[in-house]
């Protein structure tokens, strides 16, 4: 008897609505999310010529201020550089970092927060000039390479080169802006980041982009992704299922403009999410809805990386890895169920 009462009251916790959580209840006092970004990578986040800010990880914190306050315009940007993310993060200064952000253990488990999900699958690669002649990364012994301080990209580079008995000089910067500048002017002879943001540098950046070439190499595994304080399970269950339902929407077929055609599906699948059948909304102490909203407000997955890195933008990203799993890639949500 003691066993099945155990039982009974386990069954009992599990399926009682979730607490609302002290961030989520900050965030609904303040009506908007903080969200910290880049001080500007286009394609990821930056303020455009009206300040509006743009980006894959910008549409991350509208979808999530659309699921939370029913509104996407409803967040407050902090731009932020790689040495102050963490602490603004630590220090409650943004509810969420959505910031091109590496995932790795040691930020994970050392720094007092919890990385939800992989929004962008990259790799650490350089650029250098046509000129040259340099083909691949194993031809740059000796050279003075420009890296970004406080930045996963400074230690790889390292690892990198010690791995294959070659000697460089890297050239640190702590701002982003310094360390493009000082590789155009040619005060280095390589220029070392993600191969997505060297995409954009050299679009965007050289003042002539055909002079310049990625290298083939990608020396690194760069999993990007939104990150949130320890200690508020209920906020880490949002953030996390919400990144979540943007890719699950795209394996489903639910875009932008289908989202109310599609409630008179008969697939459960698709019920479930759009709030129509089961309440999915109550286990994370958000309306039925929320996820509806979510993509009503940015769109699904492949429409957020199309718009802001991919064939729709200027840096015509290929899908590569951050395909979904039944289309050659390794994006892959867990059931909404």
Same mark, same amino acid.
């Given at each position: 008897?003691?066993?099945?009462?155990?039982?009974?009251?386990?069954?009992?916790?599990?399926?009682?609505?979730?607490?609302?959580?002290?961030?989520?209840?900050?965030?609904?006092?303040?009506?908007?999310?903080?969200?910290?970004?880049?001080?500007?990578?286009?394609?990821?986040?930056?303020?455009?010529?009206?300040?509006?800010?743009?980006? $894959?990880?910008?549409?991350?914190?509208?979808?999530?201020?659309?699921?939370?306050?029913?509104?996407?315009?409803?967040?407050?940007?902090?731009?932020?550089?790689?040495?102050?993310?963490?602490?603004?993060?630590?220090?409650?200064?943004?509810?969420?970092?959505?910031?091109?952000? %590496?995932?790795?253990?040691?930020?994970?488990?050392?720094?007092?927060?919890?990385? %939800?999900?992989?929004?962008?699958?990259?790799?650490?690669?350089?650029?250098?000039?046509?000129?040259?002649?340099?083909?691949?990364?194993?031809?740059?012994?000796?050279?003075?390479?420009?890296?970004?301080?406080?930045?996963?990209?400074?230690?790889?580079?390292?690892?990198?080169?010690?791995?294959?008995?070659?000697?460089?000089?890297?050239?640190?910067?702590?701002?982003?802006?310094?360390?493009?500048?000082?590789?155009?002017?040619?005060?280095?002879?390589?220029? %070392?980041?993600?191969?997505?943001?060297?995409?954009?540098?050299?679009?965007?950046?050289?003042?002539? /982009?055909?002079?310049?070439?990625?290298? /083939?190499?990608?020396?690194?595994?760069?999993?990007?992704?939104?990150?949130?304080?320890?200690?508020?399970?209920?906020?880490?269950?949002?953030?996390?299922?919400?990144?979540?339902?943007?890719?699950?929407?795209?394996?489903?077929?639910? %875009?932008?403009?289908?989202?109310?055609?599609?409630?008179?599906?008969?697939? /459960?699948?698709?019920?479930?999410?759009?709030?129509?059948?089961?309440? $999915?909304?109550?286990?994370?102490?958000?309306?039925?809805?929320?996820?509806?909203?979510?993509?009503?407000?940015?769109?699904?997955?492949?429409?957020?990386?199309?718009?802001?890195?991919?064939?729709?933008? /200027?840096?015509?990203?290929?899908?590569?890895?951050?395909?979904?799993?039944?289309?050659?890639?390794?994006?892959?949500?867990?059931?909404?169920?």
């Amino acid at each position: 008897m003691p066993r099945i009462k155990a039982a009974l009251a386990a069954l009992a916790f599990i399926s009682t609505p979730a607490l609302a959580g002290k961030t989520l209840d900050a965030i609904k006092a303040k009506g908007q999310i903080a969200c910290g970004v880049s001080t500007g990578v286009i394609g990821f986040s930056a303020a455009d010529s009206q300040g509006q800010w743009k980006g $894959l990880d910008v549409d991350v914190c509208k979808a999530l201020a659309a699921a939370v306050l029913g509104d996407a315009n409803k967040v407050r940007w902090v731009p932020l550089s790689s040495q102050q993310r963490f602490t603004a993060l630590q220090s409650g200064e943004v509810d969420i970092l959505s910031r091109n952000t %590496t995932w790795s253990l040691t930020r994970d488990a050392a720094l007092g927060l919890h990385f %939800t999900a992989v929004t962008y699958y990259d790799g650490q690669g350089f650029m250098v000039a046509k000129k040259s002649k340099v083909t691949s990364a194993k031809q740059l012994k000796n050279a003075e390479i420009c890296v970004q301080s406080g930045t996963t990209t400074e230690k790889n580079l390292s690892d990198y080169f010690r791995a294959q008995g070659i000697k460089v000089k890297p050239v640190v910067f702590d701002k982003f802006e310094a360390s493009i500048k000082a590789f155009f002017s040619g005060r280095c002879q390589a220029y %070392t980041t993600d191969a997505s943001a060297l995409a954009f540098i050299r679009s965007k950046e050289a003042p002539t /982009p055909d002079d310049y070439v990625v290298l /083939p190499e990608i020396i690194s595994k760069e999993p990007l992704g939104p990150a949130v304080r320890r200690g508020d399970d209920e906020w880490f269950a949002i953030v996390k299922w919400t990144i979540n339902a943007l890719i699950e929407a795209e394996e489903l077929g639910i %875009t932008q403009a289908k989202v109310d055609g599609l409630k008179a599906s008969p697939d /459960p699948a698709i019920q479930r999410f759009l709030g129509v059948g089961e309440d $999915l909304g109550k286990s994370l102490g958000l309306n039925r809805e929320w996820a509806a909203r979510a993509v009503k407000a940015v769109g699904n997955y492949g429409e957020i990386f199309n718009r802001n890195v991919g064939a729709d933008s /200027p840096l015509k990203l290929p899908r590569g890895l951050n395909a979904q799993w039944n289309h050659g890639g390794i994006l892959y949500a867990p059931p909404l169920r």
